[in-house]
Nanobody, 119 residues
Framework: VQLQASGGGLVHAGGSLRLSCTPS????????VSWYRQAPGNQRELVAD???????RYAEFVKGRFVISRDVAKNAVYLQMNNLKPEDTAVYYC??????????????WGQGTQVTVSS
């Protein structure tokens, strides 16, 4: 199984994007998930968390602008990014704790999706 991240692109400052993250095989489900980002020359940093119980946590630099959510029926998690700023430009990664047939399958990383915000 792979974790597939998508939804990145080029957007003007103030615009919005929605990133998606989903397992490549429908028999796997996402339990907990985190979104990270890494800009060139910078370390990877945590953007937002969503626990299996639905608790969310955000980095200070995205609070009030980004929303992490889950759609159980679609077996997907999302990162809605609003009011984007040039400093949000980075490769965004999802990392998830996957379940298979009710048991923990392990931690997986998506391949990353590029977000570029122009000024």
């Amino acid at each position: 199984v792979q974790l597939q991240a998508s939804g990145g692109g080029l957007v003007h400052a103030g615009g919005s994007l929605r990133l998606s993250c989903t397992p490549s095989e429908s028999s796997y489900s996402i339990s907990a998930v985190s979104w990270y980002r890494q800009a060139p020359g910078n370390q990877r940093e945590l953007v937002a968390d969503l626990t299996s119980g639905g608790v969310t946590r955000y980095a200070e630099f995205v609070k009030g602008r980004f929303v992490i959510s889950r759609d159980v029926a679609k077996n997907a998690v999302y990162l809605q990014m609003n009011n984007l700023k040039p400093e949000d430009t980075a490769v965004y990664y999802c990392a998830a704790d996957l379940q298979y047939m009710g048991s923990r399958a392990g931690d997986y990383w998506g391949q990353g999706t590029q977000v570029t915000v122009s000024s």
